[in-house]
């Protein structure tokens, strides 16, 4: 089993080693949920970075990541477990045609764990020769308040009931990371049983840097207007904002085109792999676009 990081720094290499470069803070924060073993909560805006960080501590770590994708009307059934009904009516039919059937003994086995179908929830509770499983619980914002509330059990004490069975608790806690875009509040209850980091945009030199790991081969000059573009583009009134994803999908796209700088026609062409709403897309085509470029290399210029 690979032991957790010993320090911040050991926390910043573990990340950096999977080509995720995150700052200081973050390190300082997921060095401390490592340690505690206490769940791990990021909010920020879509695209930052926020679920990648569970893979990357499945992936240096050596740990199984369980991945609950949170929607409006997620339920116990899809996040934590239900009974395999099909197969007990047909265990049921078999003991009644068997004849001399003991109901009390005949009910035990139906409600064992041959029938039980385990969700993320649950599965994250499992021991594992390699360690605790790193349980994502991605935007959790997305579903209902009745689920929030239910979550409550499962990180204060890392333990599921189930009514047919007893409670199950986990014998190591899972690295547990919940994400949320904050597209409502979550209830402070469910905060306290968590560390708390909201995950910004990066400044220039460390999105220039990201660009430049995860798109090997791009032009220096490009990547550096791009970052400089796209940071410009958050300081618009646009509807949704790109992310650090969509900054690389628009420098893979450049590349991929065979493109060594910015230039009005190219980025009005892209623009859908950078923005996704047709009102921002149709504000920045055009001059808008040329005059964002100009601004970009006067920046450049100046910084030179």
Same mark, same amino acid.
């Given at each position: ?8 720094? /050991? ?20 060095? #401390?949920?490592?340690?505690? +073993?206490?769940?791990? &909560? ?19 770590? +050596? ?19 239900? =009974? ?26 139906? &409600? @064992? ?20 499983? %790193?349980?994502?619980? /991605?935007?959790? /914002? ?7 509330? *239910?979550? #409550? ?17 986990? %014998? ?7 994400? @949320?875009?904050? $597209? ?13 980091? =909201?995950?910004?945009?990066? /400044?220039?030199?460390?999105?220039? @840097?990201? %660009?430049? $790991?995860?798109?090997? +081969?791009?032009?220096? %000059? ?6 400089? &573009? ?8 646009? *509807? ?9 999908? =628009?420098? $893979?796209?450049?590349?991929? #085109? ?7 026609? $190219?980025? @009005? ?36």
């Amino acid at each position: 089993m690979i032991p957790l990081p010993a320090s911040i720094d /050991d926390t910043l290499g573990l990340l950096e080693k999977a080509s995720y470069l995150a700052d200081r803070s973050l390190a300082t924060v997921l060095f #401390l949920s490592l340690r505690m +073993g206490r769940p791990i &909560f990021l909010e920020g805006e879509a695209g930052v970075g926020k679920t990648e960080i569970a893979k990357v501590l499945s992936a240096t770590l +050596g740990r199984r990541l369980i991945r609950l994708q949170c929607y409006e009307g997620l339920d116990v059934a899809s996040a934590v477990y239900e =009974w395999n009904y099909a197969a007990q009516m047909i265990a049921i039919r078999l003991a009644e045609a068997e004849g001399g059937v003991d109901r009390t003994r005949l009910a035990h086995d139906v &409600f @064992s764990e041959r029938f039980l179908i385990t969700r993320p929830l649950l599965q994250a509770l499992a021991p594992d020769t390699a360690g605790p499983p %790193v349980l994502l619980i /991605d935007e959790l /914002d997305r579903a209902d308040e009745a689920f929030e509330a *239910f979550l #409550l059990e499962v990180l204060a004490d890392f333990q599921v009931t189930i009514p047919e069975m007893g409670t199950v608790k986990a %014998v190591a806690p899972p690295v547990v990371v919940i994400t @949320s875009n904050r $597209t409502r509040e979550i209830h402070d209850a469910l905060k306290r049983r968590c560390l708390y980091h =909201w995950v910004d945009y990066p /400044d220039v030199a460390r999105e220039i @840097s990201i %660009v430049r $790991t995860k798109v090997p +081969g791009i032009a220096e %000059v490009l990547s550096a207007e791009i970052v400089r &573009f796209v940071q410009m583009l958050r300081k618009e009134d646009l *509807f949704k904002a790109p992310g650090v994803a969509e900054t690389l999908d =628009w420098a $893979t796209a450049l590349t991929e #085109l065979d493109a060594v700088a910015l230039d009005p026609a $190219t980025v @009005s062409d892209t623009l859908g792999v950078l923005l996704k709403y047709q009102d921002d897309i149709a504000r920045l085509q055009g001059s808008r676009a040329g005059a964002l470029i100009e601004q970009v290399r006067a920046d450049l210029k100046a910084a030179e």
